[in-house]
Structure formats: C-alpha cells, structure tokens
C-alpha cells in the first residue's frame, strides 16, 4: 500500500485547506487513518484520525470544532478539511494507514504501518 498526500499550500490565518491521502494497491476502507503533523524542531504530534469502519473519529484538542477527517471509498482517499486555520497549524502533514482494523482511533505515530510523504501548510498571520 502506498499513500499519496496533496492539498497543502500557503494561505492566511481564517482561511481553509483540504488535504487529500490518496491509497493505492490497497484499499482505504479496510484501514484505520490518521493525519499528524510535524513543525520544525517539534515532534511529529497527531492531528485526527478514524478507526477502519469510520465509525470512530478523533482529534488533538487544539484542532477540535476546525478539523474534520472523512473519506471517500469510492475514490479510496481520505480527507482532513481544515477551517479557521491559525498560524501554529503551519506544519508539514501526514497521512497514515493502520492495517489492525481496530475499533480504536490510534494517536501515537507508531501504530500506524504505511505514512504518506507529508504535504506543507503554511498559514501566514
């Protein structure tokens, strides 16, 4: 399985990206998902993230009511759209595939088995 991430840019604080993690040679359904993202000199931290059914979703507390992770199996590619974005979400991001089918949204990076290349936001203030 590969992952293909997209979607990044630069743009103002208040504005609105969707990033897109596209897999092939696999299929997105049956995995969990994740977004991190890793700023310079910081720590990769998650983002959000769904178990493989979608029927759990979760969260970084900084991220809560702006963030929203979906997908689309028919395009087999998963989706984190971003509002209201602020100047600390600038950050390279990253998707990731969890092959457990657990019912459980894993937050620590290394539960998760295939990354994506990582895209970059950069939100100017």
């Known amino acids: 399985v590969q992952l293909q991430a997209s979607g990044g840019g630069l743009v103002q604080t208040g504005d609105s990206l969707r990033l897109s993690c596209a897999a092939s040679?696999?299929?997105?359904?049956?995995?969990?998902a994740g977004w991190f993202r890793q700023a310079p000199g910081k720590e990769r931290e998650f983002v959000a993230g769904?178990?493989?059914?979608?029927?759990?979703?979760a969260y970084a507390d900084s991220v809560k009511g702006r963030f929203t992770i979906s997908r689309d199996n028919a395009k087999n590619t998963v989706y984190l759209q971003m509002n209201s974005l602020k100047y600390e979400d600038t950050a390279v991001y990253y998707c990731?595939?969890?092959?457990?089918?657990?019912?459980?949204?894993?937050?620590?990076?290394?539960?998760?088995?295939?990354w994506g290349q990582g895209t970059q936001v950069t939100v100017s203030s």
């Open positions: 769904m178990n493989w059914s979608g029927g759990r979703k």
């Open positions: 990731a595939a969890d092959f457990t089918r657990s019912s459980i949204v894993f937050v620590a990076p290394n539960r998760y088995n295939v």
């Open positions: 040679g696999g299929t997105f359904s049956s995995y969990g």
